[in-house]
């Protein structure tokens, strides 16, 4: 440790930001006694500081950039440490050509009837009428001011799972992020999803700080983990059978079957079976079915018949 690095990191105004003199000075502790040879890992800054390792890096960069700190000997680095992949940046701090404080206002040019004579602070060398010789403030003893660091944040207490978690707007995130994975299987079975939970983590008794970030896991890794099935219905027996037969209309109208309800009716692996189908359609009407389908229909019952 450096105690001229030190002074100069405290006393130079070249740097204003807080966060910047922090790094600074931690720098300048792991310095040699002329202000070379600073490499403390990134890692070690933070745990300094209590920064974030980006933060850390952008401080280091702008330091850099602004000459406050330059790059020195990378070889001495090598000496210490082997590994080439973990090596640190060696700083030099020019404490030795940077001014540590702006000029000090004050400092006058006496004159007298023989010509200009510099006056050191101000302050005469001779005195008047028998006056004590005033003392050169220049010799007066300077404590350095430490810098103003930031004030560390209180670190957030974990608690249990709340009885409102996930909120509304927990679950609508869960909806959007499905809606956007095209896993509406999901959405239908949120009640589910959130049971389960809620009986995970009461069953561990879990403590966190963020539950909505963990809700916000919990839900993405549905859509990885969890087997999509064929048709979007979550349990609810009627609503299952008003979103089928919607499904089912716009098929009778368009001639495209769903996706989501599976195999085309009178296929092998068809949910659907074809009467549902016929039932709808005569509750349609003829003249609101897309021909194909009347076709297809025909051609199932037929196919039935013979059978």
């Keep these: ?75 001495i680095v090598a000496v210490h440490i082997d590994r080439a992949d973990r090596r640190p940046i060696n700083y030099d701090l020019p404490i030795d050509t940077l001014e540590r404080d702006a000029p000090e206002a004050g400092r006058e040019v006496a004159e007298s009837g023989t010509g200009c004579h510099p006056v050191p602070n101000g302050v005469p060398s001779s005195t008047e009428r028998g006056a004590p010789q005033a003392p050169n403030p220049s010799l007066n003893r300077h404590e350095p001011s430490l810098p103003n660091f930031p004030e560390e944040k209180k670190e957030k207490r974990k608690s249990v799972l709340p009885p409102d978690c996930p909120s509304n707007d927990d679950r609508q995130n869960a909806f959007a992020y499905w809606k956007e994975k095209r896993r509406s299987d999901l959405i239908g079975n949120i009640e589910t999803i959130v049971e389960q939970f809620r009986a995970h983590h ?36 009627r609503a299952d059978q008003d979103r089928r ?33 016929r039932q709808v359609a005569a509750e349609l009407g003829v003249a609101n079915i897309k021909p194909s389908v009347l076709t297809l229909l025909k051609e199932t019952e037929v196919v039935r018949a013979k059978a």
């Design 202 to 237: 009461e069953a561990r008794g879990t403590k966190m700080v963020n539950w909505s970030a963990a809700w916000r896991t919990w839900y993405v890794n549905q859509v990885q983990f969890s087997r999509k099935v064929d048709a979007p219905f979550g349990g609810n027996v």
């Design 1 to 75: 440790m450096s105690i001229k690095a030190m002074v100069w990191a405290m006393e130079q105004t070249m740097v204003e930001d807080h966060s910047a003199r922090h790094v600074l000075l931690c720098l300048a502790n792991y310095a040699g006694e002329n202000g070379k040879n600073a490499f403390p890992s990134v890692n070690t800054l933070c745990a300094n500081t209590g920064m974030a390792e980006r933060t850390v890096r952008r401080i280091l960069k702008k330091l850099e950039d602004d000459e406050i700190i330059v790059r020195g000997d990378q070889r």
């Design 245 to 277: 037969h919607k499904h089912i209309v716009g098929y009778l109208r368009t001639g495209e079957w769903p996706k989501l309800l599976g195999q085309e009716p009178g296929k092998p692996n068809s949910q659907v079976p074809i009467e549902v189908v």
